[in-house]
């Protein structure tokens, strides 16, 4: 069943970041993601004290599909297919992930001299299995695709490492009648982050790998349930 990559959010979870020259931070953001970034940037007045995760500066592109959000305490870049859209070829988004996260971390940590403690990757993908998302997940978890349910959600969390990196590994699984009018797609939302508990001093190659191998236990992770057998 070929998957589709709707929506990713690259976060880092920052230590330290200069944000006290916010037209800086935009220009250096305009310098380094320019090609991607192609929309004003808008910067929030907002004082010191305000919530860390508010974010201060936001640079989006002009067709709105991607954005890059800085708040003191985190960073984070966002992709969103347009609706019409199916969404990106896995192996294609693969490809682009490793060019875009050489990028931010080059922002980041050469540019911004900026500080980071913890990482996370949430990708939301569709899939449209010939018999429907929802009749899909009533016959493998449900054994029967008669059953009257007309919704169906299933979570699953798995602990494991990246490197020398506790990860937490959420998938969950979407479907209901209301997504008929979409093509009955099974919507699969996978949410890789370092632990909360542990906090690590970032580097680009650490960073590099968490990514690079994230994206492939995201995929490994989503086949095997989606080939579950009663």
């Not at 870049?77 to 192996?91: A, S, T």
């Not at 899939?127 to 929802?134: D, N």
């Not at 949410?191 to 994230?214: G, R, V």
Request: proline share 4%; aromatic share 8%; with cysteine.
């Amino acid at each position: 069943m070929p998957l589709f990559v709707k929506s990713a959010q690259i976060a880092y979870f920052l230590g330290s970041i200069d944000l006290s020259d916010r037209l800086k931070v935009a220009e250096l953001i305009k310098k380094e993601l320019g090609d991607i970034l192609d929309g004003t940037p808008t910067i929030l007045p907002i004082p010191d004290d305000a919530p860390l995760e508010i974010p201060r500066v936001i640079f989006p592109s002009k067709n709105n599909e991607f954005v890059c959000n800085v708040a003191v305490n985190r960073f984070d870049f966002i992709q969103k297919v347009p609706d019409e859209k199916n969404g990106i070829e896995f192996k294609l988004f693969k490809e682009e992930l490793s060019k875009r996260v050489t990028k931010l971390n080059k922002l980041l940590f050469e540019e911004l001299k900026a500080t980071g403690n913890r990482l996370g990757l949430i990708l939301n993908y569709n899939a449209i299995p010939k018999e429907g998302g929802l009749n899909f997940l009533k016959k493998i978890y449900l054994g029967s695709s008669k059953d009257i349910s007309t919704e169906l959600q299933l979570h699953k969390l798995t602990q494991g490492t990246i490197g020398d990196m506790k990860i937490n590994n959420w998938i969950r699984l979407v479907a209901s009648n209301k997504q008929l009018a979409a093509g009955d797609r099974l919507v699969v939302i996978s949410d890789i982050n370092t632990s909360q508990s542990e906090k690590y001093a970032l580097t680009k190659d650490t960073t590099e790998k968490f990514f690079a191998d994230a994206v492939e236990v995201s995929l490994k992770s989503i086949e095997e349930m989606l080939s579950q057998e009663n």
